[in-house]
């Protein structure tokens, strides 16, 4: 039987690994846990994500594998109660538009910029050979309040990112589509019929998001070996050997689902301009600070999605998840969550705080969301993400074309993460699938023709 080794076990790797049917497959991981930013804390009755808290279920390849792992009477939907979205700006929690409609009525812009909103249809289309910030565009396209008041803080609160550094084409693909196939993004709401509201609905499971990274791992079983470094790759006639701590390991395929950074380490001594393209994808330090409180303890109680910060607002944070709104389910009955994001690419020392400056910045946001502080917090938990979200910058397409077109120069090896073509979760376990499909098609294609003669009686 062929062997394929999988080189990291956040979702990409574990993903991909559970779509490999019929291999021989190992997931090595340098750390002493799988999941990577999948991961869930239980305390108590209360489910603490430590990063990722869901996916959209807009995603084929994320129902199949919730099917495969019998996880799909595992499904919690987010709640009705989170259908609001609030962007905090001139001091307050303001509803945010999701609709044209809305658009045209909301307090959080004036009426000047509304009619500069109006005249989007009339603004001819980019230049396609042009590599867009997300700025540029929106601004282009819809005026700068859009930019300052709509998109910065959804940019923020996706990407922990600016608009001003975000390649368009990279970071939001179906956007520029949008543009290039309908000329105009509400032509395009107008013949999908739908609004601005993002396609799909979030879901995560009863044990919380990480409950599907440990169901990949009791799937995988043996063949996921944490605390095992990947050190070197050697490319042979035969196929790839994989160098660890614990001695080499022969592979017919290679997926390196490892960070950017351990992607380029690896490649460094196969192709130096691979290695380059890995080594210039940046990434965001991002904090998360989950709080879980006694229903009243804030002059307002929190009702919606969450709040994300409109910018010139002097809050600090990146906004604030009402986890308990998403998902009443994780805390007992008379508490409310909030998750906290702090930094990103938009204020990285801010993710880098001592503890009690960190916890001040994040308890004072709060009071201007929700009103004033009534009560302690019954308990805190800060999760530090140093590299936690990668920032598909300008030249984003151009790095991950130079990491797409090693697959041909290296027969046998490929390349999975979201640091390449999506970042959240649906997206790796969409890559995943793609990835595992291309490596059994490998495999058949170089199979020995005894072996494939067997298999096919």
Known sequence: MARVIIVGAGISGLATAAFLDNVDTLVFESSDSHGGNVRTDRI?????????????????????????????????????????????????????????????TTSLIPWWAKLRILLEPFIFRGRKETDETVAQFVSRRL?????????????????????????????????????????????????????GAPSGHLQTLQAGAGQLTDTL?????????????????????????????????????????????????????????????????????????????????FDQAPNGFGVLVARGEDVGVLGTLFTSCAFPQQCPEGEIILRTMVGGSVNPKAASLPHEQLLELVFAAQEKFLGTQRADPILVRVYRHAAGI????????????????????FPGLFFAGNHLDGIGVKDCVGTGHRIAQNVQGWLEITAPVEQATTETQ
């Open 44 to 104: 108590d009755g209360r489910i603490l994500d430590r990063a990722a808290n869901g996916w959209l279920d807009s995603e084929p390849a994320m129902t199949k594998l919730l099917e495969k792992l019998n996880l799909s009477d595992q499904i919690i939907p987010v709640s009705e109660r989170a259908e609001i979205r609030w962007i905090y700006a001139d001091g307050r929690m303001q509803p945010a538009p999701l609709s044209p409609k809305e658009m045209l």
């Open 143 to 195: 005026g700068k309040w859009f930019v300052d008041r709509f998109v910065g803080p959804m940019v923020a609160g996706i990407h922990a990112a600016r608009p001003e550094s975000l390649s368009l084409k990279a970071a939001f693909p179906k956007m520029a589509a949008m543009e290039r196939d309908y000329g105009s993004l509400f032509r395009a709401m107008f013949a999908k019929k739908r609004g």
């Open 217 to 297: 791992a009791q799937y995988l079983g043996e063949g996921l070996q944490c605390d095992m470094p990947v050190e070197g790759l050697t490319q042979t006639k035969e196929g790839w050997v994989v160098h660890t701590k614990s001695g080499e390991h022969l592979a017919d395929a290679v997926v390196l689902a490892c960070p950017a950074p351990a992607q380029a380490k690896l490649m460094r001594g196969l192709d130096a301009s691979v290695a380059e393209a890995l080594d210039n994808i940046e990434y965001a330090p991002v904090t998360v600070v989950v709080s879980v409180w006694a229903a009243g303890s």
């Open 390 to 409: 990668p920032q598909y910058t300008l030249g984003h397409t151009t790095r991950t074309a130079t990491v797409n077109a090693a697959e041909a120069k």
